[in-house]
T-cell receptor
Framework: DSGVTQTPKHLITATGQRVTLRCSPRSGDLSVYWYQQSLDQGLQFLIQYYNGEERAKGNILERFSAQQFPDLHSELNLSSLELGDSALYFC???????????????FGPGTRLTVL | GENVEQHPSTLSVQEGDSAVIKCTYSDSASNYFPWYKQELGKRPQLIIDIRSNVGEKKDQRIAVTLNKTAKHFSLHITETQPEDSAVYFCAASSSGNTGKLIFGQGTTLQVKP
């Protein structure tokens, strides 16, 4: 157990719908990262938040958005869902913002999203 | 752009043999290189990492080497066991003041008893 929690574990929804994925980082971690893992694909970086502020963006679709709250938990919102959005969505957390000790990322168990 | 190439995509070894997975990165400013192990349906688990000021790091049966000049790094697993079977991902840190990681495409390691 990494100490990172994600809910829900599974989510099945229809095209066009909107969903919210939730992540709670390890105690003391200020950085939260979101990654997408499609079938047979690697891990694609979506976005990083540090202490409530957005710090880095990857190839995140405009239909996707995220935020980090004062208690440091984060939510990833996916809207106008398409079949191709079906994937595992992982959250990770670290103590530090960037390089140096403390930047090790620990992953949560993931949310499996199925869009029908 | 930022890219990490990982080879091979699949690797099958006999129990007790060694396994080597290689990665090449494109961003010369990358300074942190973690390796993750992912079992089927589970989360990626950090197994070892190396920073740019070190050439080699070892932890029991696993080791990682880094060649900054050539921009490549490798994972070495010795005395492989069936429980080492999983998908292994390498990653490189992105330049800039962020923790963004660029991942390789993964290597599926099968250790045959």
């Amino acid at each position: 157990d990494s100490g990172v929690t994600q809910t829900p574990k599974h989510l099945i929804t229809a095209t066009g719908q909107r969903v919210t994925l939730r992540c709670s980082p390890r105690s003391g971690d200020l950085s939260v990262y979101w990654y997408q893992q499609s079938l047979d694909q690697g891990l694609q970086f979506l976005i990083q938040y540090y202490n409530g502020e957005e710090r880095a963006k990857g190839n995140i679709l405009e239909r996707f958005s995220a935020q980090q709250f004062p208690d440091l938990h984060s939510e990833l919102n996916l809207s106008s869902l398409e079949l191709g959005d079906s994937a595992l969505y992982f959250c990770a957390s670290s103590v530090a913002l960037a390089g140096g000790p403390g930047n090790e990322q620990f992953f949560g168990p993931g949310t499996r999203l199925t869009v029908l | 752009g930022e890219n990490v190439e990982q080879h091979p995509s699949t690797l099958s070894v006999q129990e007790g043999d060694s396994a080597v997975i290689k990665c090449t990165y494109s961003d010369s400013a990358s300074n942190y290189f973690p390796w993750y192990k992912q079992e089927l349906g589970k989360r990626p688990q950090l197994i070892i990492d190396i920073r740019s000021n070190v050439g080699e790091k070892k932890d029991q049966r696993i080791a990682v080497t880094l060649n900054k000049t050539a921009k490549h790094f490798s994972l070495h697993i010795t005395e492989t066991q069936p429980e080492d079977s999983a998908v292994y991902f390498c990653a490189a840190s992105s330049s800039g003041n962020t923790g963004k990681l660029i991942f390789g495409q993964g290597t599926t390691l099968q250790v045959k008893p």
